[in-house]
């Protein structure tokens, strides 16, 4: 028997509230107003840490907003909430989708509504309005702004999307039939911009160390060209980072050449101060660190060979440059030296020049 009873309020209310809609609309055609009826319907919350207190004290304010505009007669907030809380006893959901919203705007005799959201997107909060046209069944107008996700940050962009519903397409406003002194309109806050923060300028690993390897292809030969060597060697050597830019270290290097115009091999071991410029760029991909550098390293070295043809000093000036890039802690290069040899003795070990392709590896701690 109470359920009945229950049951049977339900089209009394809709009753009540069309009778409402009716003298509402009838009130404001009688009084010659031409500004059209809305109906602002509940804020839809997409994704935002907004409660739903906020958003319903949200709604209100927004039906304050577009009434004080004086471009819409708006159905009051309270008429709206007894409609929607008969659609919600009914157990339908809140009602967001436009063919709901159509169809209560109608029965509250309104001409258009507005349906808002406030959607999340990243760190930022954007607030979207829609106005429709209820006789048309189309949308007449949107407006959105964007800020955080703050309070205080949708509040103002609930302004903007105000002033832009109210301001756009504005019908001219007819002689007044009574003078009346003009009220100018409050200024809008403008909603803060967001500032973006720069990026930092990138800084190289403060790695003061470094040891490496290399392997070498190289080519050698006398000034006048009476004889060329091709051979192989390697290099080991140590550095110590003075600044970012800048290290000093010592290298182990050890060649061994045959000769074009004899079948004897002839080895070199030199021993001299490395002295290395590089200038790292900022990280790409899985590359931890790229850097060109340059280096030169003036040495002692000794020549020799298995036969005992050989046994000479060199002094040794080696320049060049390459590549090198960084996995962490671990790297690898590649690099093009060119040196010239200055001795006492043989020709070929004190007057040659050496071309040498190398490529290696680093560690660095």
Request: with cysteine.
């Amino acid at each position: 028997m109470i359920m009945k009873q229950r049951r049977s309020h339900a089209p009394g209310m809709l009753v009540l509230l069309g009778t409402l809609a009716v003298a509402t609309a009838a009130s404001a055609q009688t009084s010659g107003s031409s500004k059209p009826i809305v109906a602002v319907f509940d804020i839809e919350n997409q994704g935002t840490p907004l409660a739903a207190d906020v958003l319903d004290r949200c709604t209100g304010y927004l039906t304050a907003r577009l009434a004080a505009s004086g471009r819409f007669d708006v159905v009051p907030r309270s008429q709206m909430k007894a409609r929607l809380s008969v659609e919600k006893k009914k157990g339908y959901k809140k009602c967001y989708d436009q063919s709901c919203q159509i169809e209560i705007g109608k029965e509250l005799a309104a001409e258009k509504s507005v349906a808002m959201q406030i959607m999340k997107i990243g760190s930022q909060c954007i607030v979207s309005a829609t106005l429709y046209d209820l006789r048309k069944a189309t949308t007449e107008q949107g407006a959105t702004a964007k800020s955080s996700c703050g309070e205080d940050a949708v509040l103002l962009s609930l302004d903007s999307v105000v002033t832009q519903l109210t301001k756009a397409n504005q019908p001219p406003t007819p002689p007044p039939r009574v003078a009346t002194a003009a009220v100018s309109p409050k200024p809008v806050p403008k909603a803060k911009p967001v500032v973006s923060k720069k990026k930092k300028a990138y800084k190289p690993r403060r790695k003061r160390f470094t040891v490496g390897v290399r392997g070498n292809i190289v080519v050698n030969g006398n000034s006048d060209g009476a004889a060329l060597a091709i051979g192989g060697g390697g290099t080991a050597f140590f550095n110590i980072n003075i600044i970012d830019y800048l290290g000093v270290g010592l290298e182990f290097s050890y060649y061994s050449m045959r000769l074009e115009s004899a079948p004897n091999r002839n080895n070199l071991i030199a021993v001299g101060p490395r002295l290395v410029g590089r200038y790292p760029f900022r990280k790409l991909g899985a590359i931890d660190e790229l850097a060109p550098y340059g280096f030169l390293t003036p040495a002692y070295g000794r020549w020799f060979s298995a036969l005992g043809t050989m046994n000479q000093n060199s002094f040794r000036l080696s320049f060049g440059g390459g590549a090198e890039m960084f996995f962490n802690s671990f790297g690898i290069f590649l690099e093009l030296d060119y040196t010239v040899s200055f001795g006492v003795g043989d020709k070929l070990a004190t007057d040659n020049k050496m071309l040498s392709f190398a490529l290696g590896a680093k560690f660095r701690f």
